[in-house]
């Protein structure tokens, strides 16, 4: 299912998988506000520096989902 192979990638990446990543692709992926909050989580560690497009269009993550991203963002999310 695209929910699992989304924890699939969130797991490597987390782990230091792929730091020269510019563009993560996660559209259609059946992300829901709990996804958001897992991807959060890999944001919010993961070392990568050279990410510049994160694409989430068609998932439903909602506003919960939303704010919990943007503060892994404010939190320093993909800086070097």
Same mark, same amino acid.
């Given at each position: ?22 563009? /993560?692709? /996660?559209? $259609? #992926?059946?992300?829901?506000? $709990?996804?958001?909050? %897992? /991807?959060?989580? %890999? /944001?919010? #560690? ?17 506003? %919960? ?12 999310? #993909?800086?070097?």
């Amino acid at each position: 299912t695209p929910y699992f192979s989304f924890l699939s990638s969130a797991d490597a990446l987390k782990s230091g998988g792929m730091p020269n990543l510019q563009k /993560l692709s /996660l559209d $259609s #992926c059946a992300i829901g506000p $709990s996804g958001a909050a %897992v /991807l959060a989580d %890999v /944001l919010a #560690c993961w070392r990568a520096p050279h990410l510049s497009t994160l694409l989430l269009q068609n998932n439903a993550i909602g506003d %919960v989902g939303l704010e919990t991203l943007a503060a892994a963002f404010r939190g320093g999310a #993909c800086e070097a």
